[in-house]
Structure formats: structure tokens, C-alpha cells
């Protein structure tokens, strides 16, 4: 079975920061891995995906995430926070054949 | 706007009435699917299409649960005799996906609200 632990609920960030979202994942091969972000009222948006190759993956809004197979994590970071990153965001992986698995969230609040 | 489609985004209902949900993917997705988020959890996958055909259900879908894409276009999610369980945002997303493989991106609706009184 394939699971994605996101073990912080809350993280609060002041602006201009630096940010990092851990996940974890349970999975038996090597996962395809996704990163999305959910504002409240929206639908989730992809921010980056790591299918293969690269581990250090560039996504949207200035956002990358790092594959390391021997922690079996997948780090969503980003140099300077902003006020509109505030949101929720959700790490999630598939086989390539299977559907999506997410993780329960963390929520990011920036502080002034 | 050529996005993932969603309608109603809310619904408040008593328990035991049935409600029915809409989605609109975008046009050349052959690829629909429907979740399920609660309070405090991400979304929980609960059937796929492809096509015109259900090729996946979860177990989180009971007997009260169906869900149609007729012409391989629009879906709806139904649920009849609601509960206050089924309290939650339903989420739909479509992607184009190549044969079995599934590693394309999902792009998400804004989701429908379900409220059971």
C-alpha cells in the first residue's frame, strides 16, 4: 500500500523567510511525487511534480522540492516566504499507474 | 474559462434527500475523477473514469454513491438518502492520460461543498 505522511499540521512563517514542508512516503518502487496548493475557496493547484532524473525539482511561484530515496522524503522549500503563499499544501504520489495518494495537509500561515 | 467546472459549489441539504453534483473537466482530458476532503485531511480518492468508463472505485464509495460520465464528456456524482458523513467538499479533476499510464497532471475543480443537516 502507498501512504504520504505530512507530519506538521500547522507551520507559521514570518515574511521573508525561508520555508520547508516535509513529507514522507510509504511506498514499495520509486513513486512519482507531487506537490499542490490549495487557497481557501480554490481548487488544488500543482506547484511541481518528480517523476525521474533530477532530484532537486523547480516548481511554480519559486518553489522547489528535493526526491531523497534513502529518507523516502520529498521536502517542498522556498527561499523567501510572501504573504500570498499562505495556504494549504498537500504532498501527494501514484505509481504511474495508481491514483492519486495525498497527505492531510499543512497549513502555512505567514506572519508580518 | 477553459478550467475543471464544478456545480453547485454549495449544497446544504436535510439528511435523507438526495443530491446530485456536476462536473465540467476540461474538454480533451479523457481522464475524470472524483474526491472526497473532509476537515483536516486531503483529498480521498473515490472513483475514476476514463472515457466513459468507471475503471476505478474506492471503497469509501457505499451503495449510495454513483457516479455517470455518459459521453465521456461532463460526470455527476450522486448521492442518495444523504447523510451527515457525507458532509464534506467533492472535488473533481481531469487529466490526459496516455494508455494505462497515469502521470499526468490532475487539474482540479473548485469543488462542491456538501452540507447534510
Known amino acids: 500500500a502507498q501512504s504520504v505522511t505530512q507530519p506538521d499540521i500547522h507551520i507559521t512563517v514570518s515574511e521573508g523567510a525561508s520555508l520547508e514542508l516535509r513529507c514522507n512516503y510509504s511506498?514499495?518502487?520509486?513513486?512519482?511525487l507531487f506537490w499542490y496548493v490549495q487557497s481557501p475557496g480554490q481548487g488544488l493547484q500543482l506547484l511541481l511534480k518528480y517523476f525521474s532524473g533530477d532530484t532537486l525539482v523547480q516548481g511554480i511561484k519559486g518553489f522547489e522540492a528535493e526526491f531523497k530515496r534513502s529518507q523516502s522524503s520529498f521536502n517542498l522549500r522556498k527561499p523567501s516566504v510572501h504573504w500570498s503563499d499562505a495556504a494549504e499544501y498537500f504532498c501527494?504520489?501514484?505509481?504511474?499507474?495508481?491514483?492519486?495518494?495525498f497527505g492531510k495537509g499543512t497549513m502555512l500561515l505567514v506572519s508580518p | 474559462d477553459t478550467g475543471v467546472s464544478q456545480n453547485p459549489r454549495h449544497k446544504i441539504t436535510k439528511r435523507g434527500q438526495n443530491v446530485t453534483f456536476r462536473c465540467d473537466p476540461i474538454?480533451?482530458?479523457?481522464?475524470l475523477y472524483w474526491y472526497r476532503q473532509t476537515l483536516g485531511q486531503g483529498p480521498e480518492f473515490l472513483t475514476y473514469f476514463q472515457n466513459e468508463a468507471q475503471l476505478e472505485k474506492s471503497r469509501l464509495l457505499s451503495d449510495r454513491f454513483s457516479a455517470e460520465r455518459p459521453k465521456g464528456s461532463f460526470s455527476t456524482l450522486e448521492i442518495q438518502r444523504t447523510e451527515q458523513g457525507d458532509s464534506a467538499m467533492y472535488l473533481c479533476?481531469?487529466?490526459?492520460?496516455?494508455?494505462?499510464?497515469?502521470?499526468?497532471?490532475?487539474?482540479f475543480g473548485e469543488g462542491s461543498r456538501l452540507t447534510v443537516l
Open positions: 501527494a504520489l501514484n505509481s504511474g499507474y495508481s491514483t492519486l495518494t
Open positions: 511506498y514499495g518502487a520509486t513513486p512519482y
Open positions: 479533476a481531469s487529466s490526459l492520460a496516455k494508455g494505462h499510464a497515469n502521470t499526468g497532471e490532475l487539474f
Open positions: 474538454s480533451e482530458h479523457n481522464r
